[in-house]
């Protein structure tokens, strides 16, 4: 979207709406109703005669719709006028083939901006702004924009549905644009602005017609591993209803290993190609999910090789390949030991945290507990052999001082029974 712009008009309404009028050559319609002050009605035949506009000399092109918006929105109802407006901005700029976009995204920005932040009628001025990007495939123009759409939802007090059809076009415009990312993220979204409590609204049309784009989306993508927030939405729920086995396919990435996509295509043979979905990709999405369960499930942090070939299902020499590519996916880190043919897990992912889960994390937490009491102990031990020793060495020390204290009063003794006998011999 275009920087918020300016408008600078001078001059009364009438005079203004005649102005433009006359350039859009109406003006014996327009001035009677003018004549009468009936500004609605004038305003009514300059806006069904604005796609005029789109024809006009590109360097009048901003003026002119300058001057037709800063009218329009002087209307007791806008409301009334303004998808004209922006449906003409949909159609093509003939005069300007080169920047025809351009003119069109800014005076849609223009009309966008000068409404006020919290009015409703910014709701249908942005979808219309999507879909011009949709139409131009100029996507990244939109997307710094999508960030403040939750505020502005807020602001426009806009309602679940017209909050649905909005992220949904912003998500098929990111899928246009091939941002499969983006795209998911607003389609899941999108979802979630369904009424979970009420199952006829979960099960509708929509709902299963999108849920099942996002599971599609979900399952096929390279970058993307965790399915617990998609699996948790009410309406991909209600897929097991009314696609079964996209849910089961679904169940098995979210929480399964390769044995189970393999024994589900066998169930289900020919199923995955006739859906269009690619299978090698998905297998080795299934390869590195496997492996990042295996490190998960693994107490002692060690996994042979032997046991990665196994649990993918690959030759023992493609082993390091696939650790390379499942800590390139940073679904486990850790490093390779050749020499012991062991990977060494540092740290995993986990792919679901339920009671499975809570089982394992007891019993690492019990291992690191007794890897603890035993350093405590250790410690403790050797607090105390240091304090023997300390108190062994503080003995010494005064059993030493001790004895050089009591030869010392004995040499005074025999000094002063000396002196004594010479006084008296004296």
């Known amino acids: 979207m275009a920087a918020p712009q300016l408008i600078f008009v001078d001059g009364s309404f009438a005079e203004l709406a005649q102005e433009m009028a006359e350039y859009l050559h109406t003006a014996d319609k327009v001035k009677p109703y003018l004549d009468e002050e009936k500004n609605e ?7 069904q005669a604005s796609s005029h506009l789109n024809s006009v000399p590109e360097k009048d092109f901003a003026g002119a719709y300058n001057l037709l918006i800063h009218l329009v929105l002087q209307s007791k109802d806008p409301k009334k ?16 083939p080169v920047h025809g976009f351009t003119l069109a995204i800014n005076a ?3 009309i966008f901006n000068l409404l006020e932040r919290n009015n409703p009628l910014r709701y ?50 990111a899928a246009d644009a091939g941002d499969d990312e983006e795209s998911y993220h607003y389609l899941v979204k999108a979802l979630a602005t369904f009424d979970r409590d009420e199952q006829e609204e979960i099960t509708s049309e929509e709902a299963q017609r999108l849920s099942l784009k996002a599971v599609r989306m979900a399952i096929s993508s390279q970058t993307r591993f965790d399915f617990q927030e998609l699996r948790a939405l009410p309406t991909v729920q209600a897929l097991g209803d009314s696609q079964p086995v996209y849910s089961q396919l679904l169940d098995i990435f979210t ?8 024994d589900f295509r066998d169930e289900h043979e020919g199923w995955i190609e006739k859906e269009k979905l690619d299978h090698e990709k998905l297998q080795r999405k299934m390869r590195l999910l496997t492996f990042a369960s295996l490190a998960a499930s693994t107490p002692n942090r060690e996994i042979s090789y032997a046991d990665i070939a196994k649990a993918l299902q690959i030759p023992s020499e493609n082993v390091e390949m696939w650790t390379i590519d499942v800590v390139r996916s940073k679904l486990v880190e850790g490093r390779l030991s050749q020499q012991q043919k062991v990977f060494l897990v540092h740290r995993t992912t986990y792919r679901v945290f339920g009671e499975r889960q809570w089982r394992e994390l007891g019993t690492r937490v019990d291992q690191y507990k007794l890897v603890v009491d035993r350093l405590i102990s250790h ?13 062994r060495e503080q003995q010494e020390l005064e059993r030493k001082l001790a004895n050089a204290g009591i030869s010392g009063g004995q040499g005074g003794d025999r000094r002063r029974q000396q002196k004594q006998r010479t006084d008296e011999d004296d």
Not at 41 to 47: F, G
């Open 81 to 96: 006028f303004l998808p004209t407006v922006c449906g003409n901005l949909q159609k093509p700029i003939t005069s300007s």
């Open 108 to 110: 849609l920005s223009t």
């Open 41 to 47: 009605e004038a305003l009514h035949l300059l806006v």
């Open 255 to 262: 929480e399964q290993d390769l044995e189970d996509y393999n």
């Open 124 to 173: 249908n001025v942005f979808l219309q702004i999507i879909r011009l990007i949709r139409q131009h495939n100029q996507y990244e123009v939109l997307k710094p924009r999508l960030k403040n759409l939750e505020a502005w939802f807020d602001a426009w007090d806009t309602n679940e549905d017209d909050q649905r059809r909005l992220l949904v076009e912003a998500s098929d415009a």
């Open 379 to 391: 410690l403790r031990k050797s607090q105390t052999d240091v304090e023997g020793q300390r108190e």
